[in-house]
């Protein structure tokens, strides 16, 4: 009777998890370092490194400078070309999660590249006018309505029906070519 409130997982040892490849944030670590910027640092070399699928926290660490302090520093230098290295890795990352989303052997994977393409798509169009929505162009609409002479009394008519309410001893519609209005 003791064996059936035993729990089914009381052999499993319990420890920390070991997990496959790299973080999926940076860590409270990677901020540590100073925010002086080295006076002999190349912009244009760390974007190359950044472009090499390095990281900024990577990058940072090996500079012994602030991952924000990084990333502050490459925006004043090189602002046209650390946006165009951004694209460039958004455009990889989409085109990796849609190589993964096809080769997917299971739910989790398919599942982890449909968030990735997720997240280079919102990269790309905050960041390339060429992925940004389409603006609409707005329509001017004329709402002025002319009526032939003919037709003046059964448009009156007409409009009224619509309306319901006839103003007293004022025409609703006029016509233009009547010199004497009533």
Known sequence: ???????????????????????????????????VIP????????????????????????????????????????????????????????????????????????ARNRELLKAAQFDLTALDPDYQPKQQVEIAVDHRVTVEHGLSESALTLFESMRGISPVNQPLITDSSDPDPK
């Open 39 to 110: 006076k002999d640092l190349n912009p244009d070399a760390v974007i190359q490194q950044y472009l090499s699928e390095a990281t900024t926290s990577q990058i940072a660490r090996q500079y012994g400078v602030s991952r924000k302090a990084m990333t502050k520093w490459l925006r004043e230098q090189r602002p046209k070309e650390w946006k165009q290295a951004q694209i460039v890795r958004a455009l990889a990352l989409k085109e990796d999660s849609e190589d993964g989303m096809m080769s997917a052997d299971d739910a989790l994977s398919l």
């Open 1 to 35: 009777m003791a064996e059936a409130h035993v729990r089914i997982d009381e052999g499993v040892k319990r420890g920390p998890r070991k997990r496959l490849g790299k973080l999926t944030k940076p860590s409270h670590l990677a901020d540590i370092g100073t925010w």
